[in-house]
Structure formats: C-alpha cells, structure tokens
C-alpha cells in the first residue's frame, strides 16, 4: 500500500524527534553541557512525552480501523 503525503510528512517527523531525542541525550550526557542547557533541555524532553503520547492515544484509538478483527 503506497503511503499518502501527509502520512510520509508524519512518520519522517517523528523519526526525526527520535533522532533528536537521541542526540539530546547524549548531549545531556555531558555535565557542562547539561548543566548550561539543563531548562531547554527539560523542555524539549516534555514536548516529546506529549507528542509521543498523543501518537500512541491516537494510535490506540485508530488501530481498530486499521486492524479489524
């Protein structure tokens, strides 16, 4: 099934938060680095718990249409 343009535009932003949220927590990783960006940090980690959980919410909600029984 070939996949429609909004749904290619979501699935590579969300690789990309992925990505992001790897590299921030390497960066974190880094106690100079953590300790200077320690407030853009927490909140980057807060907007991606809320849009992973509104992908999962949504995910839950959609999957008997996508998968029916």
Avoid: C, G, R
């Avoid at 990309?16 to 949220?21: A, D, G, K, S, T």
């Avoid at 991606?48 to 959609?62: A, G, K, M, Q, R």
Wanted: charged share 10%.
């Amino acid at each position: 099934m070939k996949d429609d343009i909004p749904s290619s535009v979501f699935n590579v932003s969300i690789i990309i938060l992925i990505v992001l949220n790897i590299t921030a927590i390497i960066a974190a990783s880094f106690n100079d680095f953590a300790a200077a960006y320690a407030v853009p940090l927490h909140q980057f980690e807060i907007f991606s718990v809320v849009v992973f959980s509104i992908e999962y919410l949504l995910w839950v909600w959609t999957s008997p249409y996508k998968y029916p029984e």
